[in-house]
């Protein structure tokens, strides 16, 4: 049975978030949960402007969604929603290891498009760390259907 590359891409996010979940890493997908974190943003922004005396900082810290943003203050949680805007198609996820915080990238090979490549030490230069998961996702997987009968 030949793989379409949509067929792939989810193939390579299930190689993916199953690696992520046994090395205990926190993660969120970028092209499912941006909007969740951008509604979080805007959330965090109507608090702030209800009762201005906690800072943004305090509710980014104390906050139950926190598992969704993976961020410790609020000037982390703008650098990641601006490349979140201006980079979504070029980042897959955005993981916390525990010793550091990444966008993750998805490939099959090392060799990366220019404008990822350019997105990528564009976030370097943001401070935001890159890593590249590979995995290789065949073509083609053998597949059958057989019928069970009661004899």
């Not at 943003?41 to 800072?55: F, L």
């Not at 010793?99 to 099959?108: G, P, Q, T, Y």
Request: one cysteine or more; proline letters at 2%; hydrophobic letters at 35%.
């Amino acid at each position: 049975m030949k793989l379409d590359n949509q067929d792939k891409k989810r193939i390579f996010e299930i190689l993916a978030e199953k690696y992520f979940r046994e090395n205990q890493w926190k993660y969120f997908s970028i092209s499912k949960d941006a909007e969740k974190v951008q509604k979080y943003s805007d959330e965090i922004n109507r608090q702030h402007a209800a009762y201005p005396s906690i800072t943004r900082d305090w509710y980014i810290q104390n906050s139950g969604s926190r598992s969704i943003h993976l961020c410790d203050s609020w000037e982390e949680l703008k650098i990641i929603l601006g490349f979140l805007k201006i980079g979504e198609k070029y980042f897959d996820y955005f993981v916390d290891t525990g010793e550091l915080k990444a966008f993750c990238v998805l490939s099959a090979t090392k060799e990366l498009e220019p404008d990822r490549i350019d997105m990528i030490l564009n976030a370097q230069e943001a401070g935001i760390k890159t890593l590249v998961f590979l995995s290789d996702v065949p073509d083609e997987i053998e597949a059958h259907v057989l019928q069970i009968k009661r004899n």
